[in-house]
């Protein structure tokens, strides 16, 4: 606690008698006090450590590029129903709407793998759209 002002607050908030106020120095992280109405006493709660290993930056960029990459291919699906053509097969031919898809999003991976790689200049990578 900052200063004594605040632990004789929270002695107080937690009916714990003065020569109790140790407690409140006393408890570890992962602990704290509990006071609830229908218990006379406040009591000390635990919760046990749960080690985690440090998450590093080639693993958040690599979940993001997951999540961008589905966010792309989903918003080609909704381009592609929102997309209304006079061609009526389109319309009522499932399997040639997932074949456009498909090489649509083969397009963008291509696209994507080039830029990564930047064995092309950048002209080139726009001239493929």
Do not use: W
Not at 21 to 29: A, F, G, P, T
Not at 53 to 66: A, F, H
Not at 68 to 95: E, F, G, R, T, V
């Amino acid at each position: 606690f900052k200063n004594h002002i605040e632990k004789d607050i929270m002695c107080e908030l937690l009916n714990l008698e003065s020569e109790k106020k140790s407690y409140l120095s006393i408890i570890d992280e992962g602990q704290c006090i509990i006071r609830v109405n229908s218990i006379k006493e406040p009591f000390l709660l635990g919760i046990p450590y749960i080690k985690r290993n440090p998450l590093t930056v080639s693993e958040i960029c690599r979940k993001n590029e997951e999540i961008l990459d589905k966010q792309q291919k989903n918003s080609d699906i909704m381009l592609l129903d929102a997309h209304k053509s006079n061609n009526p097969l389109i319309h009522n031919d499932s399997k040639i709407k997932i074949l456009i898809l498909k090489a649509i999003l083969h397009i963008n991976s291509f696209r994507n793998k080039l830029k990564n790689e930047k064995d092309m200049r950048p002209k080139e990578i726009d001239d493929l759209a």
